[in-house]
């Protein structure tokens, strides 16, 4: 959810041409240079509403770097082998279900 709200924030920017694609390429560039680096004020000479803009698309940024992280955690074991993606694969799926007349008893009891 944090994503997409990010991302919509982030197009409706784009949308009312208040920030451009060079503008996200420095953003995100002064971003990545100074995100391991203590006591850098990279907001000192920015306007307030380009400052907000900068860390919304810095947080989308992030927010796709950690999604990406999280995948390669899911897919690649610590050998860096895909065996984990195969085992899962070979798993049953099982699929929890009310058959019909059930389902018709659990609604007349909760309606009780």
Request: hydrophobic share 35%.
């Amino acid at each position: 959810i944090r994503a997409v709200t990010l991302f919509d924030i982030c197009l409706s920017n784009i949308r009312n041409k208040t920030i451009t694609a060079a503008n996200i390429q420095v953003f995100l560039e002064d971003h990545c240079k100074n995100k391991n680096t203590l006591g850098v004020d990279t907001n000192a000479d920015d306007s307030k509403d380009e400052n907000e803009s900068k860390l919304f698309f810095c947080d989308l940024h992030d927010a796709f770097l950690e999604i990406c992280e999280t995948y390669i955690d899911i897919v690649v074991d610590k050998e860096g082998q895909r065996e984990r993606v195969d085992k899962i694969s070979q798993q049953q799926i099982f699929f929890f279900s009310i058959e019909p007349d059930s389902l018709e008893d659990l609604i007349g009891k909760l309606s009780e």
